[in-house]
């Protein structure tokens, strides 16, 4: 490396501080003003943050690194939980740090603050970075910087992943998938930056099952990089097989226990996700330094090689593993795909929720297609080996994430994220083209390319075709209904139980994480697939009539029904009764219309939406 290479490099990286620490500052003030005073208050509007806070908890208090189970969620037994320790540790380190001057409430406040926020800092950086080099292309760096970082500040639903309160995964997974990303597309000029991309995607495998369709995208891009510019990138792709094979070894022996080595787990870190590691990284390293010269001197043959490998490689995977071809959720059985399943929103499909809420469809993936339209024309008569890095790579990333949330909405903040460096290119391009030549037809143009690369500003005009779609009536009870929904989950819903001991409650299952974070007690339900038993044991009941639910909830390990109302799932239980039932005469009916059967008890409860029942035996 020129000592004038190194000094561009120098240059680029401190030009890129301003716009970083800008978008930085500008995000992390709307997410203080936004979420800071739930936060203050741990009150989480996502009930993974309760959940990953109450295992945070028992880790501080000495439950095993491979223990994994959540004893109070379906006692006695528990259920074991699919999520990766390693952030229950990341999240307690600064609890432990703080707990002896503040106490541990306190400590746990901060570290709702700090753990978000440092994810923030290296979602910001990256952004920056790749952005810097999608706009080198046309002199744009710095603009594109600056953009991107405004853009990226705006950028809901995957900003509101780094929001103070943010222990899930998510974030995690962004600024993981986000590393990926920079170290593709920075492989022709620097090929030890594979291994970033590589170490990367492992880790993101690693910490969450459903990243494995963006692990595999990245893994067929660094293929594509290698097809398409041996000469280029065979050093890199050898340097991202390294490192995947690396790094998903490493997070197999740190989160596995040895007696379940051998077990095929579909929904988190275990011998599959390790296989496609090693495999994945196996093909890599023989498609960069293995192949022989005859093999790799034509691009026919070596679209033959490398389909040749990929081909063992995944029929390899296949037969060691076909129960987890159809995902983590292959094991969920009929019913529980549903009756539960389809009441969780991030599991709907994109044309689902289009058909029932057009508005937040809107506001979910607009900016992400907008920024599928600005990377069309930033590759518009472009060929490949031109455009092809940064460009190629980060479209195809935006791609497979836009593939995803199709799927399934929860890609949603994957694209989001993808889409912001094609949004800040566009947007810089624009005033770029305005300041050239300015007129009024310009600056409009510079205004709606800007407008519409920010998804808050989806988000707006979602709300703004709601509006108009649904009668004010609908939508004032919708509005209504969403509030009173919300007030079941807040700390203060909670508090009249904590008086309670040694209680067990069949509940609704959203209210399984609110219980667990603010009391000592057990439920039988939660949000989670691997509690499919607790929980269809409490949907089954709400879903009989009054003399089949009795049965249902007496066998049940628990002492007190526990529900709210206003939870959506109440409703739908109603309107899916079984065995005949007439909706009305369901026990969720009755429930929600004050009339419980007399084998249940009201117990009363005062300053909280929740109702509390005892069961009679």
Same mark, same amino acid.
């Given at each position: 490396m020129t000592f004038a290479t190194i000094l561009r490099q120098r240059v680029s990286s401190t030009a890129s501080i301003a716009p970083w620490l800008a978008g930085f500052a500008i995000a992390a003030a709307i997410l203080l003003a936004g979420y800071g005073g739930a936060a203050m208050r741990q009150d989480f509007t996502e009930p993974d943050n309760a959940m990953r806070l109450v295992e945070v908890r028992d880790f501080i208090d000495g439950q095993g690194w491979f223990d994994l189970t959540e004893k109070r969620l379906n006692p006695p037994d528990g259920t074991p939980m699919h999520w990766a320790r390693w952030i229950d540790a990341a999240i307690a380190a600064p609890i432990e740090l703080l707990k002896p001057f503040s106490g541990q409430h306190t400590a746990e406040v901060a570290a709702g603050f700090i753990w978000p926020f440092a994810l923030l800092a290296l979602f910001m950086w990256l952004i920056v970075r790749i952005s810097a080099d999608i706009g080198a292309r046309d002199g744009l760096r710095t603009e594109t910087s600056w953009a991107a970082a405004l853009v990226a500040a705006l950028a809901l639903p995957a900003l509101d992943k780094f929001a103070p309160g943010a222990f899930d995964h998510h974030n995690v997974e962004l600024v993981c998938a986000l590393g990926g990303l920079l170290g593709l597309i920075s492989m022709a000029r620097t090929p030890h930056m594979g291994a970033l991309a590589g170490l990367a995607l492992g880790l993101m495998l690693a910490t969450a099952a459903e990243a494995a369709p963006i692990v595999a995208a990245a893994t067929l891009a660094a293929g594509l990089l290698w097809l398409v510019r041996p000469d280029v990138y065979a050093r890199g792709l050898a340097w991202f097989g390294g490192g995947l094979a690396l790094s998903s070894s490493v997070m197999f022996v740190a989160l596995v226990p040895r007696s379940h080595w051998r077990q095929p787990v579909c929904d988190a870190m275990s011998t599959p996700f390790l296989g496609f590691g090693l495999a994945a990284g196996a093909v890599a390293l023989l498609l960069a330094i293995g192949l022989p010269a005859v093999a790799r001197a034509t691009l026919l043959r070596r679209l033959v090689s490398a389909g040749v490998a990929g081909a063992v490689a995944l029929g390899a995977l296949y037969a060691l593993f076909p129960e987890c071809a159809r995902g983590g959720y292959a094991a969920?059985?009929?019913?529980?795909?549903?009756?539960?399943?389809?009441?969780?929103?991030? +599991?709907?499909?994109?044309?689902?929720?289009?058909?029932?809420?057009? *508005?937040?469809?809107?506001?979910?993936? *607009?900016? +992400?297609?907008?920024?599928?339209?600005?990377?069309?024309?930033?590759?518009?008569?472009? &060929?490949?080996?031109?455009?092809?890095?940064?460009?190629?790579?980060?479209?195809?990333?935006?791609?497979?994430?836009?593939?995803?949330?199709?799927?399934?909405?929860?890609?949603?903040?994957?694209?989001?994220?993808?889409?912001?460096?094609?949004?800040?290119?566009?947007?810089?391009?624009?005033?770029?083209?305005?300041?050239?030549? &300015?007129?009024?037809?310009?600056?409009?143009?510079?205004?709606?390319?800007?407008?519409?690369? +920010?998804?808050?500003?989806?988000?707006?005009?979602?709300?703004?075709?709601?509006?108009?779609? /649904?009668?004010?009536?609908?939508? /004032?009870?919708?509005?209504?209904?969403?509030?009173?929904?919300?007030?079941?989950?807040?700390?203060?819903?909670?508090?009249?139980?904590?008086?309670?001991?040694?209680?067990?409650?069949?509940?609704?299952?959203?209210?399984?994480?609110?219980?667990?974070?603010?009391?000592?007690?057990?439920?039988?339900?939660?949000?989670?697939?691997?509690?499919?038993?607790?929980?269809?044991?409490?949907?089954?009941?709400?879903?009989?009539?009054?003399?089949?639910?009795?049965?249902?909830?007496?066998?049940?390990?628990? *002492?007190?029904?526990?529900?709210?109302?206003?939870? &959506?799932?109440?409703?739908?239980?109603?309107?899916?009764?079984?065995?005949?039932?007439?909706?009305?005469?369901?026990?969720?009916?009755?429930?929600?219309?004050?009339?419980?059967?007399?084998?249940?008890?009201?117990?009363?409860?005062?300053? /909280?939406?929740?109702?509390?029942?005892?069961?009679?035996?």
């Amino acid at each position: 490396m020129t000592f004038a290479t190194i000094l561009r490099q120098r240059v680029s990286s401190t030009a890129s501080i301003a716009p970083w620490l800008a978008g930085f500052a500008i995000a992390a003030a709307i997410l203080l003003a936004g979420y800071g005073g739930a936060a203050m208050r741990q009150d989480f509007t996502e009930p993974d943050n309760a959940m990953r806070l109450v295992e945070v908890r028992d880790f501080i208090d000495g439950q095993g690194w491979f223990d994994l189970t959540e004893k109070r969620l379906n006692p006695p037994d528990g259920t074991p939980m699919h999520w990766a320790r390693w952030i229950d540790a990341a999240i307690a380190a600064p609890i432990e740090l703080l707990k002896p001057f503040s106490g541990q409430h306190t400590a746990e406040v901060a570290a709702g603050f700090i753990w978000p926020f440092a994810l923030l800092a290296l979602f910001m950086w990256l952004i920056v970075r790749i952005s810097a080099d999608i706009g080198a292309r046309d002199g744009l760096r710095t603009e594109t910087s600056w953009a991107a970082a405004l853009v990226a500040a705006l950028a809901l639903p995957a900003l509101d992943k780094f929001a103070p309160g943010a222990f899930d995964h998510h974030n995690v997974e962004l600024v993981c998938a986000l590393g990926g990303l920079l170290g593709l597309i920075s492989m022709a000029r620097t090929p030890h930056m594979g291994a970033l991309a590589g170490l990367a995607l492992g880790l993101m495998l690693a910490t969450a099952a459903e990243a494995a369709p963006i692990v595999a995208a990245a893994t067929l891009a660094a293929g594509l990089l290698w097809l398409v510019r041996p000469d280029v990138y065979a050093r890199g792709l050898a340097w991202f097989g390294g490192g995947l094979a690396l790094s998903s070894s490493v997070m197999f022996v740190a989160l596995v226990p040895r007696s379940h080595w051998r077990q095929p787990v579909c929904d988190a870190m275990s011998t599959p996700f390790l296989g496609f590691g090693l495999a994945a990284g196996a093909v890599a390293l023989l498609l960069a330094i293995g192949l022989p010269a005859v093999a790799r001197a034509t691009l026919l043959r070596r679209l033959v090689s490398a389909g040749v490998a990929g081909a063992v490689a995944l029929g390899a995977l296949y037969a060691l593993f076909p129960e987890c071809a159809r995902g983590g959720y292959a094991a969920l059985g009929p019913d529980m795909t549903s009756l539960w399943l389809v009441q969780i929103s991030e +599991a709907r499909s994109l044309a689902t929720l289009a058909a029932d809420n057009p *508005g937040m469809a809107m506001g979910v993936a *607009g900016s +992400a297609f907008a920024g599928l339209a600005a990377a069309v024309v930033y590759l518009w008569r472009r &060929p490949p080996a031109e455009g092809w890095a940064p460009g190629w790579i980060a479209a195809g990333f935006l791609v497979a994430a836009l593939g995803l949330t199709i799927w399934e909405i929860r890609g949603a903040y994957f694209a989001t994220a993808f889409a912001i460096p094609f949004g800040g290119w566009a947007a810089a391009r624009a005033r770029s083209a305005w300041q050239a030549s &300015p007129s009024p037809k310009g600056l409009a143009i510079f205004a709606l390319v800007a407008a519409g690369s +920010a998804a808050a500003v989806w988000a707006s005009l979602g709300q703004q075709v709601q509006a108009h779609a /649904t009668p004010s009536s609908t939508l /004032t009870g919708y509005k209504a209904r969403e509030a009173s929904s919300r007030d079941c989950m807040k700390p203060e819903a909670f508090a009249p139980l904590q008086s309670m001991e040694h209680a067990t409650f069949l509940n609704n299952f959203m209210l399984g994480p609110g219980v667990l974070q603010w009391t000592g007690l057990s439920v039988i339900a939660g949000p989670y697939h691997r509690d499919a038993t607790g929980t269809m044991t409490m949907i089954n009941a709400l879903r009989s009539d009054t003399e089949a639910a009795r049965p249902i909830i007496q066998r049940a390990l628990a *002492g007190y029904v526990l529900v709210c109302p206003a939870l &959506p799932e109440m409703a739908f239980y109603a309107r899916h009764p079984a065995n005949g039932a007439a909706p009305q005469d369901t026990l969720a009916a009755r429930l929600n219309a004050n009339a419980p059967p007399d084998w249940l008890t009201r117990v009363p409860l005062e300053g /909280t939406p929740l109702r509390l029942y005892r069961i009679q035996r």
